[in-house]
């Protein structure tokens, strides 16, 4: 405040009046793109949660993207129609010699885990086959098997890759929300209550669990909102099986889930096109606000 403003003399200025209702041109200042918001709420979510975020690689073989996970070499998933191989490089070279061995033996005749296995002839050549990764699970695996001893919550939020077709509510591209809980009393009650606290902060009131199959949990079960009147289903989850986790050296349970962002961003968007998210609408980006 300037010396005549403090001297009153401003008392004796006519001041001209101001129309709240004249026109004025819109300004749109810079700030993040809504889906980098979300991301930004979820992490710091998981983290409020005690959780620390781990990072991977886009390009993965074949061993630790689906054999690892105890997902058969003639599974579906595998085909062309769902998975986006690599040409350069076309092979990755599996240096862990001793556990592509014990996962051959899972995979053949279920090894040291009691289980029966899948019953056909493992191939290394099939491991060593390079992709883009079609879950960031392969980022979980990799991480109990280099910290095998309990506890660790950890997390992930990152891009997947798939050959899908582009319609409303399917992408080649898409980001998916992984994490796991190993501990020694883990359990399936921990992780429904995890899940639900997560969707909670998130604004989900609504929350309920459905059976499920997955060839690397079990049990398993997918999560559903409710969300203008109608159950909408964002992931799955469940315990990883025997398999998984006894060849790595982790003897305790291991609490995992992978939810889509995508379609969660759908519905705090109100979108009906999951398109609309990646088209760059400057209309719809400069008008939505941050939430």
Request: proline share 6%.
């Given at each position: ?226 969300w203008n009147n109608e159950w909408m289903e964002l992931g799955g989850s469940g315990i990883f ?51």
């Amino acid at each position: 405040m300037c010396i005549r403003d403090r001297d009153g003399s401003w008392k004796t200025k006519i001041i001209r009046p101001y129309d709240i209702h004249a026109f004025a041109p819109a300004k749109y200042g810079g700030k993040p793109h809504p889906l980098i918001h979300l991301i930004s709420k979820i992490r710091s979510i998981f983290l409020e949660m005690g959780f620390e975020e781990i990072e991977g690689d886009f390009v993965e073989s074949c061993f630790w993207n689906m054999d690892m996970l105890f997902i058969p070499q003639d599974h579906p998933a595998r085909d062309m129609q769902d998975t986006l191989y690599t040409k350069y490089p076309s092979k990755i070279k599996i240096k862990e010699k001793n556990l592509i061995d014990k996962i051959a033996r899972v995979h053949e005749n279920g090894g040291d885990t009691g289980s029966t296995g899948w019953g056909y002839k493992f191939s290394k050549e099939e491991s060593e086959r390079a992709l883009l990764r079609t879950h960031t699970t392969v980022n979980t695996i990799r991480y109990l098997y280099n910290h095998p001893e309990p506890p660790c919550k950890v997390f992930s939020i990152g891009r997947v890759f798939r050959k899908e077709n582009i319609d409303a509510t399917h992408l080649p591209e898409f980001y998916q929300i992984e994490g796991i809980i190993h501990e020694r009393d883990a359990n399936f009650r921990m992780l429904i209550g995890v899940l639900k606290e997560f969707y909670n902060r998130m604004g989900f009131e609504k929350i309920r669990f459905r059976p499920a199959y997955f060839p690397y949990t079990e049990p398993s079960m997918e999560v559903e909102v409710f969300w203008n009147n109608e159950w909408m289903e964002l992931g799955g989850s469940g315990i990883f099986r025997p398999e998984v986790t006894e060849p790595v050296g982790v003897k305790n349970p291991v609490l995992a889930w992978g939810l889509g962002l995508e379609r969660l961003a759908m519905l705090k968007f109100g979108l009906d096109d999951i398109r609309d998210l990646y088209i760059s609408d400057l209309g719809w980006l400069r008008k939505k606000p941050l939430i």
